[in-house]
């Protein structure tokens, strides 16, 4: 049995315990006020944000939480909102990686063989593969508080942990499309994510 089992079975909050021994993360912009932008129609080869786990990674990671919240542009019609993850490194270019920061300030930095990337600057492109699903909504289109539309997105893992594990030969995704006809919607986003020593899966 693997020591993350161990943990599982030992703690009820695993996260928070991750957490404290420093190997949770947290991904989000440059800049407090930076906005990524989605596409004006879905295609599983442009998604809004990717975290990419390399195959040759010594490290699997356990999504946490994302959030995201209408800002900027109001997009040109209903919103789409899709999040998969998948048994492959889907990251091919583009897009820019966003700032990281461990979840406890004086934890150490990110792994290599890990990263996370956004549409701040440009588009992502990803491979055109499926992996499943894993939430999904559509949104009205909004900006302002103002009409009570619902503007944040929130994502927690409900009814058990997702586990993002390389094996040498493919590695593993976590990606989010968001979309909208004829203009794009923008988002601020945060996502957070457990990133542990591959040697504990097994």
Known sequence: MGRIHSILQKYADPLGWLAAEGMVYRFSG??????????????????????????????????????????????????TYLMEMDNAARYTSGGTAMTVQNAKTTGPALPSGVA??????????????????MDAAL????????????????????AGLDFLVPNGTVGASWLVNTSAGVTGPTWHFNFKAAVVPLAWMT
């Open 30 to 79: 440059s800049a407090l006020n930076t906005v990524a932008t989605g596409a004006t129609s879905f295609a599983t080869t442009s998604p809004t944000f990717l975290l990419n786990v390399a195959a040759s990674a010594e490290v699997a990671v356990i999504p946490a939480e994302m959030r995201l919240f209408q800002a900027g542009t109001v997009a040109g019609g209903a919103i």
């Open 139 to 158: 949104l009205g289109q909004d900006v302002s508080p103002a009409e009570g539309a619902v503007q944040t997105i929130s994502w927690e893992p409900k």
């Open 116 to 133: 996370m990337y956004s549409t701040v600057s440009s588009a992502i492109v990803a491979t055109n593969a499926v992996g499943i699903q």
